[in-house]
């Protein structure tokens, strides 16, 4: 997969494909339905299928304390858009000069000129430009208009992907994980929820309580699922490790940011800078805070013996 880095790094080979646009967080069955769709239309077209998407995602430069929390880092969306094979990635920076862009220039500069797009697949409330005056309309018609000189592309709109009878989301898949419904969540991603990252250094407490953890930093604003958590661990040898892990902010120990904590059973080596994807498997309880670090080791006991029975462990 090639990822494309910006307008400014575009190659002459990179003229001519079919695309999509949109933010893809989660990259859930109804976008992989996407991409199934779009690579049947480059195949048809001997082109390659290209997304276009955003980093930071819109919402987080225009209301960054309202904007939803990220399901997958830009790392672990690239990583899922490979495994749907997906040949191309226009990863766009998006500020205030791509915001100032008017929708026109937009499609002319991006669509037409950069990429040479023959076939976009958009949903018909898709919005884009400066004042988000850009449109499904405008896209047909600018494509048609350029089509007739020879440079232009068909748009055809994303229809509803539903699992029963609700449409398929990242809002639903936030809204899964935040009751700690990890079934659904799997239901509607098509794939376990894992949350990847690489092992630093913490302040070893949880050595000094007899629970050492593996400190992974979460880089997001905002978490979308917090609590204690059955887990399994890919990136220590060829199966996946048991544990118990904590997400949150660590109250009993007045912490601000929030971070991934993993105690991996029976595991006694050092890890410190390995890239590690941890599978949440069950949720235990809440993140809470307790009187002593005695009470908490003794409540990270009772958890760990329920997710070793859980887990087979």
């Known amino acids: 997969m090639r990822l494309i880095r910006g307008l400014h790094n575009l190659r002459p080979a990179d003229r001519g494909c079919v695309a999509t646009i949109g933010n893809f967080d989660g990259v859930h069955l109804g976008h992989r339905a996407v991409f199934q769709r779009l690579l049947a239309r480059g195949r048809e077209l001997g082109l390659p299928a290209t ?32 495994a749907s094979d997906i040949e191309r990635v226009m990863l ?17 500069r991006l669509l037409i000129e950069g990429l040479g797009v023959r076939f976009l697949l958009v949903g018909d409330d898709f919005r884009f430009g400066r004042g988000r005056t850009g449109d499904f309309a405008l896209l047909r018609d600018m494509g048609r208009v350029a089509e007739a000189n020879g440079a232009g592309f068909a748009v055809e709109d994303l229809h509803t992907i ?23 969540a799997r239901h509607l991603l098509g ?10 250094h913490g302040d070893k407490r949880g050595r000094a309580i ?6 992974i930093a979460l880089h997001r604003r905002v978490s979308p699922v917090r609590g204690v958590y059955a887990v399994r661990v890919k990136g220590l040898g060829s ?40 599978e949440l498997v069950l949720r235990l309880r809440d993140e809470q805070r307790f009187e002593s ?20 462990a």
Request: proline content about 8%; charged content about 25%.
């Open 51 to 82: 997304v276009i998407t955003f980093e930071p995602q819109p919402m987080e430069v225009f209301a960054p304390e309202s904007a939803p929390a990220r399901l997958t880092r830009l790392r672990e969306k690239l990583g899922a858009l490979r």
């Open 162 to 184: 539903t699992h029963g009878a609700e449409r398929i989301s990242s809002t639903r898949v936030r809204e899964a994980l935040a009751r700690g419904d990890l079934e659904q």
């Open 239 to 278: 199966e996946p490790w048991p544990g118990v892990a904590n997400i949150g902010t660590r109250p009993t120990v007045d912490g601000t940011s929030a971070r991934l904590e993993v105690h991996l059973f029976d595991f006694d080596q050092s890890i410190y800078g390995r890239h590690l994807e941890v």
């Open 210 to 215: 007899g629970f050492p953890t593996a400190n």
């Open 191 to 200: 794939r376990p929820y894992c949350l990847e990252g690489r092992v630093v």
């Open 92 to 108: 766009l920076e998006f500020g205030p000069k791509l915001a100032a862009m008017p929708a026109p220039e937009f499609v002319q």
């Open 293 to 312: 670090f005695e009470a908490l080791r003794a409540q990270i006991q009772r958890d760990a013996g329920t997710a070793r029975a859980f887990l087979g």
